[in-house]
């Protein structure tokens, strides 16, 4: 019966690529403490680091006839958990970037469409009760507001006078401030909550 405890790490990795499996069992108690140790002060998560610790023997049980160590096996095991921490890492500034982005997209996204939304039902409110103002006065109102007319403009074009335009244009906004007035309160309630 060998006494795997005695032999150093190139002689357990020699037993180990010739089929050994008590060597790799020898590797995995020497080393597996130490390892997690390491990995769990770098990330401060048991589990991930148990993790990390496990995938770098499955890996050096997978890569064994292929790995040609030019230093020793605990530098090939402490650098194999450190880039898997490093990836760990990595990924989790990728993913706290990606939920941080959402999050952003969602609330500005969200004030856009809220925004847009109440915007919308004010200038459909606005033509609904701009149709219904008396023909001349609404016509008046129309090319000043959406023709973008000056009020002596308007007077040459309908043979009026400047003040009946002015007067026109004043009584416009005055029934639709009023017309408007609650349904603004109500735009202005609704955008609190």
Do not use: C
């Amino acid at each position: 019966m060998n006494n795997y405890g005695t032999y150093d790490d190139f002689a357990l990795l020699a037993l180990l690529k010739a089929g050994d499996e008590k060597s790799f069992a020898e590797i995995y108690d020497r080393y597996w403490a130490v390892l997690y140790r390491h990995a769990y002060k770098l990330l401060k998560d048991e589990v991930v680091a148990q993790d990390i610790v496990q995938e770098v023997f499955v890996n050096l049980w997978d890569k064994i006839h292929h790995l040609d160590l030019q230093n020793s096996l605990s530098s090939y095991l402490y650098a194999a958990v450190r880039n898997k921490v490093l990836n760990v890492i990595q990924r989790e500034k990728y993913q706290k970037r990606y939920v941080d982005s959402m999050i952003h997209f969602m609330k500005t996204s969200e004030a856009l469409t809220d925004h847009k939304l109440r915007a919308n039902m004010l200038q459909e409110k606005i033509e609904k009760e701009v149709a219904f103002l008396p023909a001349k006065m609404r016509h008046i109102f129309e090319m000043s507001r959406i023709q973008h007319l000056s009020h002596k403009e308007i007077a040459q074009e309908l043979k009026l006078s400047d003040k009946t335009v002015k007067k026109q244009i004043n009584n416009a906004i005055r029934i639709l401030r009023f017309k408007l007035s609650s349904f603004l309160l109500l735009i202005i309630w609704i955008s609190l909550f």
